[in-house]
């Protein structure tokens, strides 16, 4: 019986829970992340409705956003429009 070939896999092809990275572009530079800080990974729990779910998701959706990009995206801009003038 011949024998199985398997694929020689990199150690870049492994990745860590959480400590995932994107390939190299066409050029060999890798994309730009943020730095994740500790905090950025704290759950944020609490109850909507089903229409405003479903808003919420078609938004981020619609513009290629993860949902905690658009909900902080929301704050920055209600933090500009009441707080300016404080």
């Not at 092809?13 to 994740?36: F, I, N, S, Y």
């Not at 905090?39 to 229409?51: G, I, R, T």
């Not at 808003?55 to 290629?64: L, S």
Request: proline letters at 8%; hydrophobic letters at 35%.
């Amino acid at each position: 019986m011949p024998s199985k070939k398997t694929a020689d896999l990199s150690a870049n092809l492994v990745a860590v829970k959480g400590k995932a990275t994107a390939p190299p572009d066409a050029e060999g530079r890798q994309p730009h992340t943020a730095p994740a800080s500790p905090a950025s990974n704290s759950p944020l729990n609490f109850k909507v409705d089903q229409e405003f779910r479903r808003r919420f998701r078609q938004r981020a959706a619609e513009n290629d956003l993860k949902l905690n990009e658009l909900l902080r995206q929301a704050l920055d801009a209600w933090e500009e429009k009441h707080l300016a003038n404080v």
